[in-house]
């Protein structure tokens, strides 16, 4: 991005920067740093971070390539995540200050299209009991750096309770907790009070700030949705004709936009136990997937490290096999080779058979360095059974009681917590246990015969090697002096041992995530059970971490079904541009909608902002009255010449609809009060974009086509002097307008203007602002740049930029 600053005298506010930018797809101010997130369009779609509030001409601090195609983004309440959502309908939350991914996940079946990012206004407190449990350390890749114990990074606590609402193309609705654990799961298309809207596809989403009512923007009728195998072709929605309850006073012809409300004051009531669960579930969850990895890196690296010693047995075996001839069709592979080893101990003499096998398919180094690589893998599974497993299972156990000392209250079922699926859990986990204590004895077991086998192995072929020396074959020796000769245990043991050869009941203890394939003839079986599936480790916890997310599953089917629609009302929304009277824009806007070119790149889309207004009083002595829900929206858009007698010119338009809920399940009725507001009184003036700026202030975007240099300006606006009306019937039966304010007509104080924006911005395609920050941010897509102006500089400030 390259920079530009200009003021000019008697503007109230001044532009602190004008930059080039992308081609960009979404773009978001943080509201606690000076930070502005941006995301590119298709095929770049990269994640960039700037700080634009700063002299640095190269204010970029991180960029990051999105998997999937961004389509949106949004900031976390506390300004330190950032979420993004994909084509494919994936949510990635990335770390705002190193641009790491923090969690991924693909939450829906369709392009995201929307996000809102509310504080839940609870802090989660971590349970003094998990400072107590051994750390879950990450689990070693190889044997040979098995001591390096460094602990793995597990996700932070959120110490503040958030809630992401997203919703898909598709209209499927999902509100996550800290944005990673999905506690609600609701489609629009399957409520029936919203059936008449399935042709509209979501716009925007809110979610008020005490979290009782959930407010869904919806676009016009007919609107097309990508693909997510091909996200450069849209397939069109079924048209279904609008059937919307509208208030009296409220147009359905036109650009029509509809606005859907929930239900979801659960999540007011039960703020605290929803906070608690699913902390406490994610946590059960996060150590089960732990476990899962532990148990696969078990598996992958003991298959690496037992390979060697496998294939020697295999190779010993079929040298035995082939002297043994055909007379041995009768004994198993097992018996013969046991034969021959016992044949071997007891005359301290090898027979044909192995003479043939140590002398020409082996050495003794090959068999020193087998030796060495089986018994660091044994000790490998011990070290990961004793230090990462059960410690995970202590873990895994503390959460449970945990879940069930909370699920034996009612308002922790209420939201879903199941006391059964938490028992069957904790008896899944106790197996998950009692295994691990088998497999610590197989290994063991698996420790004592390959000791023996391996003196009696090295032995022979030592021996052998000294004989070859004698008669002058030269030979490399191998010092036996440090293994330590059998105990007479070791020797009963060998002699009894029934297991396979191969240790193949480790193997099969340890399992695999992929279906085992039947141990070889040469193998054997022991008969204890390794035939039964749920008898491996991989196999167990692969059941324990499938039936954990059944957890979450109740809590998103419980809170749906605490949830309910409130209102489905349709806006008629013409864009500002049928106004204009500019031929060049007009057309554009107009290929721009035909397109389907979203926001905030195209033009001629009505785009509406709408924001839950705070209506909580102070009453003193700490007390605060809650007033009902009161949502406000504000769109730009064209007002027909027969309206008001005058010309044709784009109004800002604003509605306050309150929703005061009562009893749950009992229908409403929505209070509705409109206003409109104009730029000026001769036609030439028209608001084109419009954001909410704070509790009482607007910031508006005016292209201004007066003679004979047309321009465009920002204003700040206060609307606490602006006339609302509700809508309804006079005395004659007739609908009684809408109050149309002139800004000229509001005190001076209350209107706040830039100075001329550059010619580029008359194309201006997207407003940002963010009044902690004191900024606005003018996206113009055609000319590839981004304004961004200072709303909060002083009189000191503007004398210096004089």
């Known amino acids: 991005m390259d920079t530009g600053t200009g003021t000019a005298s008697g503007a109230d506010f001044r532009i602190f920067s004008d930059r080039s930018a992308s081609d960009l797809e979404a773009f978001e101010w943080n509201s606690t740093m000076d930070l502005l997130a941006c995301l590119t369009a298709a095929p770049d779609s990269t994640m ?56 991924s996940r693909r939450s829906h079946s369709a392009p995201v299209a929307a996000f809102c990012w509310m504080d839940g206004k609870y802090m989660v407190e971590e349970p003094a009991w998990s400072r107590m449990l051994p ?79 959930l407010a869904v923007l919806l676009g016009p009728g007919g609107k097309s949705i990508r693909s997510p195998e091909n996200p450069h072709v849209r397939t069109p929605l079924p048209q279904t004709p609008n059937q919307g309850n509208s208030p009296q006073g409220w147009s359905a012809s036109g650009r029509s936009l509809a606005v859907a409300v929930l239900d979801v004051r659960k999540f007011a009531m039960r703020r605290k136990e929803l906070a608690q669960c699913s902390s406490m579930v994610e946590r059960f969850c996060a150590v089960a997937s732990y476990t899962q990895q532990a148990v696969d890196t078990l598996a992958t690296v003991w298959k690496s490290a037992a390979s060697g010693f496998i294939n020697k047995i295999r190779a010993m075996t079929d040298c035995i096999q082939a002297y043994a001839g055909a007379g041995s069709c009768t004994i198993s592979s097992r018996d013969s080779v046991q034969s021959e080893l016992l044949f071997t101990l007891c005359t301290g003499n090898p027979s044909d058979a192995m003479h043939a096998f140590l002398t020409r398919q082996t050495t003794p180094q090959q068999l020193s360095r087998i030796e060495k690589t089986l018994m660091q893998a044994l000790d490998y599974v011990n070290l990961v059974t004793c230090s990462r497993l059960q410690v995970a299972v202590q873990h895994l156990l503390a959460i449970l009681q945990e879940l069930k000392a909370y699920a034996n209250w009612i308002r922790f079922s209420s939201i879903g917590l199941d006391l059964g699926l938490l028992e069957e859990l904790e008896l899944r986990v106790m197996k998950f246990s009692g295994l691990t204590e088998q497999l610590l004895i197989d290994s063991s077991h698996a420790r004592r015969f390959a000791r023996t086998l391996f003196h009696l192995l090295l032995y022979q072929a030592q021996k052998l090697t000294e004989g070859n020396e004698a008669t002058g074959t030269p030979s490399s020796r191998v010092d036996t002096a440090s293994c330590s000769a059998p105990n007479p245990s070791d020797v009963e043991g060998f002699l009894a041992r029934q297991q396979s050869l191969e240790l193949h009941e480790v193997t099969m203890r340890i399992g695999n995530r992929t279906k085992s394939s039947p141990p070889p003839a040469v193998a054997g079986s022991s008969g204890e059970g390794l035939e039964d599936p749920e008898a491996s480790l991989a196999s167990q916890v692969a059941e324990l971490v499938a039936l954990s997310g059944g957890l979450g599953q109740r809590i998103c089917q419980a809170m749906a079904r605490q949830s309910a629609p409130l209102l489905c009302e349709s806006l008629a929304a013409p864009p500002p541009w049928c106004c204009v009277s500019s031929p060049e824009l007009r057309a554009v806007a107009s290929a721009d909608a035909a397109s389907w070119v979203p926001s905030p790149r195209g033009l001629g889309r009505p785009i509406i902002h709408m924001v839950w207004e705070d209506l909580s009083t102070d009453k003193g002595h700490g007390v605060k009255e809650t007033l009902p829900e009161q949502l406000l929206l504000l769109w730009c858009g064209g007002d027909p010449p027969e309206a008001h007698g005058l010309g044709s010119f784009s109004c800002l338009h604003l509605a306050r609809i309150h929703l005061p809920i009562g009893r749950f399940g009992n229908s409403i009725q929505p209070t509705l ?101 004191g900024v606005c941010s003018i996206y113009s897509w055609r000319a590839r740049r981004l304004l961004t102006l200072d709303m909060e500089a002083g009189d000191d400030e503007m004398e210096d930029a004089d």
């Open 673 to 773: 009060q409109l206003a409109k507001l104009k730029a000026n009184s001769i036609g030439t003036g028209h608001f084109t974009l419009c954001r909410s700026y704070d509790a009482s202030h607007v910031a508006v975007l005016i292209l201004d086509e007066t003679e004979p240099q047309p321009s465009a300006a920002v204003c700040l606006v206060d609307i606490t002097d602006i006339e609302f009306r509700s809508p309804g019937t006079s005395e004659n039966g007739l609908v009684p307008p809408v109050p149309l304010t002139d800004i000229g007509e509001l005190p001076p104080e209350a209107v706040r203007r830039s100075a001329p924006l550059p010619e580029s911005y008359l194309w201006a395609s997207a407003m940002r602002v963010m009044s902690q920050r």
């Open 135 to 213: 750390p879950l350390l990450t689990v070693p890749s190889a044997p040979s750096n098995m001591y390096a114990e460094t602990q793995s990074r597990d996700e932070e606590w959120t110490s503040n309770f958030t809630i992401l609402a997203s919703i898909d193309e598709a209209g499927q609705l999902i509100l996550a907790a800290g944005g990673t654990f999905p506690l609600q799961a609701t489609d629009l298309n399957e409520e029936e009070t919203f059936q008449h809207l399935r042709s509209r596809g979501p716009m925007a989403i809110e979610l008020s700030t005490d979290l009782r009512c």
């Open 48 to 103: 960039s971070i700037y700080r634009l509030l700063s002299e640095d001409q190269s204010p970029k601090l991180l960029s990051e390539k999105i998997t999937g195609v961004g389509t949106t983004l949004a900031w976390s309440p506390c300004g330190r995540r950032l979420v993004v959502g994909d084509r494919l309908g994936g949510i990635t939350m990335f770390d705002g200050e190193t641009g790491s991914v923090l969690h």
